[in-house]
């Protein structure tokens, strides 16, 4: 949750248990105002302490990213991809030939049997 939505939402908050608490407490509107503008004040410091104090405490960690040394990575990465895809496929290619050659093979025998 960003800072300030904190803020608001407690500052929210603090509004409307100040509104709640004028209504049970108060007897003139002045008071009601007074205690509602009181109540919400404390809410909106007590939330711009909490935030800072934990902005404040965060370790923000800035560090770079080595990109040139995962592109090199990725590059051999993709170049080892490419080469097994290569030997794959010539593994596939030579078995089936190899079956072809064997079926015309069988035909032939079977033709010369007959």
């Known amino acids: 949750m960003r800072s300030t939505n904190f803020v608001s939402f407690i500052t929210v908050q603090g509004f409307i248990l100040g509104i709640v608490f ?20 404390f809410f909106y410091l007590f939330a711009h302490l909490s935030v ?11 560090n770079a990213f080595p990109m040139h040394v995962h592109e090199k990575d990725l590059d051999t990465l993709m170049h080892e991809i490419i080469k097994r895809e290569k030997f794959i496929d010539s593994v596939y290619e030579e078995d089936s030939v190899s079956d072809l050659e064997k079926q015309e093979i069988s035909k032939i025998k079977s033709k010369s049997a007959a």
Do not use: G, Q, R, V
């Open 22 to 41: 004028s209504i049970l407490k108060t007897n003139t509107p002045e008071d009601l105002l007074t205690y509602t503008i009181l109540i919400t004040l």
């Open 52 to 62: 800072a104090f934990y902005l404040h405490t965060m370790e923000i960690k800035t």
